[in-house]
């Protein structure tokens, strides 16, 4: 039996026991949002007795509803039925996501007190959406709260509600256009949860234009998950914005099966299916998810391992550097993943469990900034602040017995040899000398680490490779010892002198690269290094800048990233072409700018200066064009054949060997083709 895409994130994202089985109790504690699910499931089965348990369901549903005249959060939802307040305010989205659905397909089904009494819900539920106004940054409650609104509105007749809806989901839809990705980036869990939303947009929606637009966001992040997915294994390659500890571990193609359950059922389109194939590797992938916060995420794919990173953080569920070595097959996968940790918290057996009560939150306990170029990194590190910044005199809560940055190995198995330098390491744990280049075979690749400067906050704080409960880890302490209060370390300390460094690079390799682990460490051992501060000074809440400068350059190849030490500011990057910039997508198969002009595969795309992709696969005669800006002439050229639009608003332009699809806002006049057949032009008109 096939499992639908939505039940398989539940089963990955919120598995607590007990509350998603076909039989819940009602009588017991019960996942409010599972219940809601499971209220709209049985009626898709349509039998009288499922009609009979949905209704029970359903009247247990509103009952968690926060309704009293006054509440704080009147209009959402407990997350759990044993709750005595409400706990988590994104409950009422994820609620809503099946009341409202539910309500179309099924209302006249239902007893009409029932039916009168989900409205008001909705409509309680809809106002509390409104008034918390949620940033759009929080991508994935984002997308849930313009679906509700844009859906709830069109069912009550509410035209206020409706337009608020409409209204916050074009500026959703223009957030994402002019950065380039979503800002939660790559999340194994989260887009999942984004394209939902998006999805039940274009299933229920009136507004054509909003339609549209939620087709144009889905597809271009069904793009991005694609480029991601590592064809043999199926897995899903880094750096994720937030990841669940469970999604680390080695797995079966699950992504790449749900990626296909998404094609099936028209989540995203068919050709996003034909980007991940073996025959396109290796290749570098970037993104921008943010580019006034600086935020970007970088990917290299091999046949045989990737390497990706986030040039910074979004929440402490980052996972801002991952490794993945393929074996021969899906579960044969080495995760390598980098982490910081404060009184180890990295080493307990089970991650502890977050806020919402989901089991693997797996928090990091550092700050993140890095800078990749294919298979190359810089990666540093600082404790994470635990000060009040608005405070003139905060309370230190740095105190901590031990704080380390490491790269890890979720699965000590899958390391082979370990070296450092010239010696093989076989007792562990192992001091490691700084300077030294550290070597960790994990077939069919090697992966290299030199420790850069690292603060010294004790005493003879080492830098060691240590094995512990099955895991690997490459520690690089900026403290161990007795337990004490950094005062130092707070913004708003008159002590503070900048934040600790802690600072690596790393360099992965396929074995066929080098003889041996000892000539990869030489390699790497023989690079340039360039390792530069400010001398320190105390300064107190002024806008005084401490640069450091980090670079490695080798084979006439550069990397390097600049980082103020005061504020952690990620300042600059660059490679030996000079500074990078924040591109929107960049990679052989795809690209995205707002300057006018794509060239991409052999084709060239031209219209109005907004944002706009291209993506491109001659091999299967395949070529599309997505635009998001303004109505302005478009045109794409490629081989064989040509494709000419007076103007268009947002929409796309396929060209799959020969056949020419365009959907798009506000096309004026007929798209002339040459050496192709126009098989449809649809028109939308925009608001």
Same mark, same amino acid.
């Given at each position: ?41 049985? *009626? ?14 359903? $009247? ?54 029932? %039916? ?64 380039? $990705? ?25 507004? +054509? ?19 991601? *997915? ?32 998404? @094609? ?30 600086? @935020? ?22 980052? $996972? ?71 405070? *003139? ?134 690079? =340039? ?8 000074? =105390? ?5 005084? %800048? ?26 600059? %990057?660059? $490679? ?6 924040? +591109? ?82 506000? *096309? ?20």
């Amino acid at each position: 039996m096939r499992v639908s895409g939505w039940i398989l994130l539940e089963l990955m994202l919120l598995s607590v026991p007990g509350t998603f089985a076909a039989d819940l109790s009602l009588s017991e504690n019960f996942s409010v949002r599972h219940a809601a699910e499971q209220a709209r499931r049985l *009626l898709d089965q349509g039998g009288q007795s499922e009609k009979n348990r949905s209704v029970e369901l359903l $009247n247990a549903v509103l009952d968690c509803q926060e309704t009293r005249i006054g509440a704080a959060h009147r209009g959402n939802f407990l997350w759990e039925s044993n709750q005595k307040a409400i706990q988590d305010v994104n409950s009422v989205e994820f609620v809503l996501t099946h009341l409202i659905p539910l309500l179309h397909d099924h209302g006249e089904t239902l007893p009409e007190d029932l %039916r009168n009494r989900a409205k008001e819900s909705i409509r309680l539920g809809l106002e509390e959406i409104r008034d918390m106004d949620v940033a759009l940054t929080y991508t994935n409650i984002a997308a849930m709260d313009c679906a509700n609104s844009c859906l709830g509105g069109e069912l009550l007749e509410d035209r206020v509600i409706a337009e608020r809806g409409y209204k916050r989901f074009r500026e959703f839809f223009r957030l994402i256009a002019e950065n380039g $990705n979503v800002f939660e980036f790559n999340s194994p869990t989260y887009t999942q949860v984004t394209l939902k939303a998006l999805h039940l947009l274009r299933r229920y929606v009136k507004d +054509p234009a909003t339609r549209l637009l939620a087709e144009l966001a889905a597809t271009r992040l069904g793009l991005s998950v694609a480029l991601h *997915l590592h064809p043999q294994s199926g897995r899903l390659a880094g750096p994720y914005s937030r990841a669940y500890y469970p999604t680390l571990q080695p797995s079966s193609r699950a992504y790449s099966e749900l990626l296909q359950t998404w @094609i099936e059922e028209g989540i995203v389109p068919d050709w996003i299916g034909t980007v991940p194939r073996p025959e396109k590797l290796p290749f570098f992938l970037e993104e921008t998810a943010h580019s006034d916060w600086r @935020i970007g995420a970088s990917t290299y794919l091999t046949p045989s391992f990737s390497m990706g990173l986030a040039s910074r953080e979004v929440s402490r569920q980052t $996972n801002p550097l991952v490794i993945q070595v393929y074996g021969g097959d899906p579960t044969g996968t080495a995760m390598i993943f980098a982490r910081y940790s404060m009184n180890d918290s990295i080493e307990k057996e089970v991650p502890p469990k977050s806020a919402f009560g989901i089991d693997g939150s797996f928090f990091d306990d550092g700050k993140f900034l890095g800078v990749q170029q294919g298979n190359r990194a810089i990666g540093v590190y600082a404790p994470r602040e635990a000060e009040t910044p608005d405070s *003139l005199a905060p309370a230190s809560r740095h105190r901590f017995a031990s704080a380390r940055a490491s790269l890890v190995w979720l699965d000590r198995k899958r390391v082979s040899r370990i070296w450092v330098s010239d010696e093989e390491v076989t007792q562990l744990p192992h001091r490691v000398e700084r300077g030294k280049v550290m070597v960790i075979e994990t077939p069919p690749a090697r992966i290299a680490l030199l420790p850069l400067s690292i603060t010294e906050l004790g005493y003879d704080s080492p830098i060691r490779i240590a094995e512990k409960d099955g895991r690997l880890y490459l520690d690089m302490y900026n403290y161990l010892g007795e337990e004490k209060t950094f005062g130092e370390l707070d913004r708003g300390s008159r002590f503070y002198r900048g934040q600790p460094q802690c600072a690596f690079y790393v360099e992965v390799a396929d074995q066929s690269a080098h003889p041996d682990a000892r000539s990869f460490a030489r390699e790497v051992a023989g690079g =340039t290094v360039r390792d530069e501060v400010a001398p320190p000074f =105390t300064s107190y809440r002024d806008d005084a %800048r401490r640069p450091w400068v980090l670079e490695y350059a080798r084979e006439g190849k550069t990397l390097g990233l600049e980082v103020d030490l005061m504020e952690w500011r990620l300042l600059r %990057r660059w $490679n030996e072409n000079g500074d990078l910039g924040w +591109p929107m997508l960049e990679s052989p198969m795809a690209r995205q700018n707002s300057q006018g002009r794509i060239e991409l595969a052999g084709a060239t795309l031209e219209c109005g200066k907004a944002p706009a992709l291209l993506y491109g696969d001659p091999a299967a005669g395949l070529w599309v064009a997505a635009y998001y800006g303004d109505p302005a002439p478009l045109s794409l050229s490629l081989p064989g054949g040509s494709v000419r639009i007076e103007r268009m608003g947002p929409g796309t332009l396929a060209w799959n060997k020969g056949a020419v699809n365009v959907n798009a806002l506000d *096309l004026e006049g007929f798209p002339l083709v040459k050496g192709g057949v126009l098989q449809s032009a649809g028109k939308t008109d925009g608001q």
